[in-house]
């Protein structure tokens, strides 16, 4: 009997180990995503908002979340005002914004990647890089501080679809 006790104490400690070192590895990865997003600069300080936000809109829409991405549009539309040549993103993510359904603000987020792409790469990053990556299945494009896939055209649906196709220095 005392050797069940024991037994089922080492292994319950060593289970609530594995529960900790998961939940650790995990907020790792979160934080690593974090810190990639923290370490992109660009010259222009109203770019770099911009940029942030579109980032933010993107993992909205990787998550399948309307509301938040309907939020994160409306920042990004905001922001777009103060950038220089910002005039077809900022048409581009009102209609997004005003779209209703994940479907239609999936399709017009590649507009808005597409003028997003144009504006960084004429803008000057001081500082890390900027992922172009592209679904051939969506036939689409979107920028990334980060070279992992996330797909915000399909989600979960396919969220590894795709590939990077430029790095933006």
Not at 53 to 78: D, F, M, P, R
Request: proline share 1%.
């Amino acid at each position: 009997m005392k050797n069940r006790k024991t037994i089922l104490a080492l292994a319950l400690t060593f289970i609530g180990f594995g529960a900790f070192a998961q939940q650790d590895h995990a907020h790792h990865g979160e934080q690593k995503e974090m810190n990639s997003n923290m370490e992109i600069e660009f010259r222009d300080q109203q770019l770099g908002d911009a940029f942030e936000h579109y980032i933010l809109l993107k993992e909205a829409l990787v998550a399948s979340k309307t509301e938040e991405a309907q939020k994160a549009a409306g920042k990004l539309e905001a922001s777009l005002g103060d950038v220089n040549g910002g005039e077809k993103a900022k048409a581009a993510v009102t209609k997004l914004s005003s779209s209703s359904t994940l479907e239609e603000q999936r399709e017009a987020f590649k507009g808005l990647s597409r003028e997003m792409l144009y504006l960084v790469k004429a803008g000057e990053l001081s500082k890390g890089e900027v992922y172009l990556e592209h679904c051939p299945m969506a036939k689409a494009s979107w920028l990334s501080t980060s070279q992992e896939i996330r797909n915000p055209y399909y989600g979960d649906k396919m969220l590894k679809c795709g590939s990077v196709k430029e790095t933006i220095k």
